[in-house]
């Protein structure tokens, strides 16, 4: 009977000890899974197709700052003046037929004839001439424009030359193409109303582009994807029998 006694007592204690493990390890194993990285909302979003490849806001691609600001109509009144000072520059210059020297040339006699009369007026009335400021461009500003510009024209240079070596074909005909419509563009109207044509659409494009970005991007990744099968097809059946000559490796130093 006491040998009985015991075996049902270590039976009891290794039946406890084996229950005690197998709570450990479910509960080891819920940690576990709970520890596993969900995926986050950013990496989500990230999966999410962009016009262009773009991964920052539209703002952000646009330079940000005032421009962006203007673009975008953040100032309602500053975008409509910038516009309408556009607008009035299109119609005097290619509506009107004004000529740029003939402009220049008018608003600089308007201006001193005005300021002549003011002086010799207020000579008269209070015996003291009027004070005209100064009107000079900073040297800083002067330098910043012109290093700006500097760098925009080498980078386009350091462009061109990139694509003309050959590595990329498909950049290559992408340029050409572009360069072909813009040709045909010129040709259909004069700089001037081309420089219009590409202001206003700066200033609609991006702003509604960023109002119905979630509609926009879900039909250009159709497009793109069309782009490409086209792309692909037009590769296999054309571009790859153009004969290439052997490309030669870059010595490492």
């Given at each position: 009977m006491a040998e009985k006694k015991e075996e049902s007592v270590e039976e009891s204690v290794m039946e406890k000890i084996t229950e005690k493990f197998h709570q450990e390890d479910s509960s080891s194993s819920s940690d576990s899974d709970n520890e596993k990285p969900q995926p986050s909302?950013?990496?989500?979003?990230?999966?999410?197709?962009?016009?262009?490849?773009?991964?920052k806001p539209v703002h952000t691609v646009l330079g940000g700052g005032?421009?962006?600001?203007?673009?975008?109509?953040?100032?309602?009144?500053?975008?409509?003046g910038v516009l309408g000072v556009a607008t009035a520059i299109w119609v005097l210059f290619e509506l009107m037929e004004y000529h740029l020297l003939t402009l220049v040339c008018h608003c600089l006699i308007l201006s001193l004839a005005i300021l002549f009369l003011w002086s010799n007026a207020s000579t008269f009335i209070n015996k003291s001439s009027?004070?005209?400021?100064?009107?000079?461009?900073?040297?800083?500003v002067a330098v910043d424009v012109a290093l700006s510009l500097r760098y925009e024209i080498n980078r386009g240079f350091a462009v061109l030359r990139?694509?003309?070596s050959g590595r990329e074909l498909k950049k290559f005909l992408m340029v050409i193409?572009?360069?072909?419509?813009?040709?045909?563009?010129?040709?259909?109207?004069?700089?001037?109303?081309?420089?219009?044509?590409?202001?206003?659409?700066?200033?609609?494009?991006?702003?509604?582009y960023e109002k119905y970005e979630?509609?926009?991007?879900?039909?250009?990744?159709?497009?793109?994807?069309?782009?490409?099968?086209?792309?692909?097809?037009?590769?296999a059946k054309c571009l790859s029998k153009i004969p290439r000559g052997p490309l030669k490796e870059k010595k490492h130093q």
């Open positions: 909302a950013s990496s989500v979003k990230a999966k999410i197709y962009r016009l262009f490849g773009r991964e005032k421009p962006a600001d203007i673009f975008l109509w953040r100032n309602k009144k500053i975008s409509a009027p004070h005209i400021p100064e009107v000079s461009i900073p040297e800083d990139d694509i003309a193409a572009g360069l072909w419509v813009l040709s045909i563009i010129g040709t259909c109207c004069n700089f001037l109303t081309l420089f219009y044509i590409v202001f206003v659409t700066l200033h609609t494009v991006p702003v509604l979630d509609k926009v991007d879900p039909f250009a990744e159709k497009v793109m994807a069309e782009i490409k099968k086209h792309y692909a097809t037009f590769h």
